[in-house]
């Protein structure tokens, strides 16, 4: 099964609104990773959060973890049209979800 | 190029046909990994290579698919007698041997 699972499968929002993205998980991890995937290229890393860690920010984006509920989220502050993209989760067994669709409306 | 390359981007073909998919990991990694993504779906997990480590090939779908690392850097996936149902875009990624990974762009394939 997979490790890593999104939600909500889709996400639509206005240009400077913020955009809360979950990911759940079974297992326990020694880290999760936050992934961005636009149109036709490959993941690009955004963000590595352990499993001492509670929250973490990188610029605009602020992730925190819960592993007693074994979730994670993904915040993006200020949203802007080119944050237009998936984003995935995945833990450190390197398995993903199916992601989750953001759009950003000029 | 500092970062993973994948050739060739797009990749036509005929059901029945044999096909090699290439990855140029980033120079220094020692972990290579493929996945397919399938229109609508996430990425499943392929075939991963760790350094001389024997590869992790449990996420290959069926014996048609193989794949090799050479000298511990370009790899080659490998599909033989192509189906419809291989039509997919295959990444692959790099790392040092942890999180996180490198992707490349991908090659997508199509099977007609």
């Known amino acids: 099964s997979q490790q890593g699972e999104e939600d909500p499968q889709a996400l639509s929002i206005q240009e400077g609104e913020n955009a809360t993205m979950n990911c759940s998980y079974k297992?326990?991890?020694?880290?999760l990773q936050w992934y961005r995937q636009n149109s036709g290229r490959g993941l690009v890393h955004l963000i590595l959060?352990?499993?001492?860690?509670r929250e973490k920010h990188s610029g605009r984006l602020r992730v925190t973890l819960d592993t007693s509920k074994k979730s994670s989220s993904l915040l993006i502050t200020a949203s802007r049209a080119a944050d237009t993209a998936s984003y995935f989760c995945?833990?450190?067994?390197?398995?993903f979800g199916k992601g989750i669709t953001l759009s950003v409306r000029p | 190029g500092a970062g993973v390359s994948q050739s060739p981007s797009n990749k036509v073909t005929e059901k029945g046909k044999d096909v090699e998919l290439r990855c140029d990991p980033i120079?220094?990694?020692?972990?290579l990994y493929w996945y397919r993504q399938s229109l609508g779906q996430g990425l499943e997990f392929l075939i991963y290579?760790?350094?001389?480590?024997?590869?992790?090939k449990s996420g290959l779908p069926s014996d048609r698919f193989s794949a090799e690392r050479t000298g511990g850097s370009v790899s080659t996936l490998t599909i033989q007698r192509t189906q419809q149902e291989d039509s997919a875009v295959y990444l692959c990624?790099?790392?040092?041997?942890?999180?996180?990974?490198?992707f490349g762009n991908g090659t997508r394939l199509t099977v007609t």
């Open positions: 990624a790099s790392s040092l041997g942890l999180p996180p990974l490198h």
């Open positions: 290579f760790q350094g001389n480590s024997a590869p992790d």
């Open positions: 120079s220094g990694h020692t972990a």
């Open positions: 995945a833990t450190d067994e390197l398995t």
């Open positions: 297992t326990s991890i020694n880290n």
């Open positions: 959060i352990r499993s001492n860690e």
